[in-house]
């Protein structure tokens, strides 16, 4: 599975996930930073780019990052808008 999948997956389940994910993308108030979800972790690097990864931690409480994926504003909003409508999440 890659790693878009797996955060829409685990992080995309319920109606009030999907505005608290969708607010920290469009804010303009968020110049950059990160959103922890369950798994999943979005860095905001921008207004526009967006890199998305699971986090673990080891057994000394290190970060693990095996995989990531950068991705477009505009790109994931309509990923995550997708996703949520097949789950009958929000509808359109």
Do not use: W
């Not at 995309?12 to 607010?23: K, P, V």
């Amino acid at each position: 599975m890659n790693v878009m999948e797996g955060f829409l997956q685990s992080e995309i389940n319920t109606q009030e996930l999907y505005e608290e994910i969708m607010n920290f993308i469009t804010s303009y108030h968020v110049r950059n930073g990160e959103f922890e979800g369950n798994e999943y972790i979005i860095k905001k690097m921008d207004q526009t780019n967006f890199i998305i990864f699971p986090e673990y931690e080891d057994e000394d409480g290190e970060r693990e990052i095996h995989a990531a994926e950068a991705v477009y504003r505009e790109n994931l909003i309509k990923r995550i808008n997708e996703y949520a409508s097949k789950k009958n999440i929000i509808i359109h």
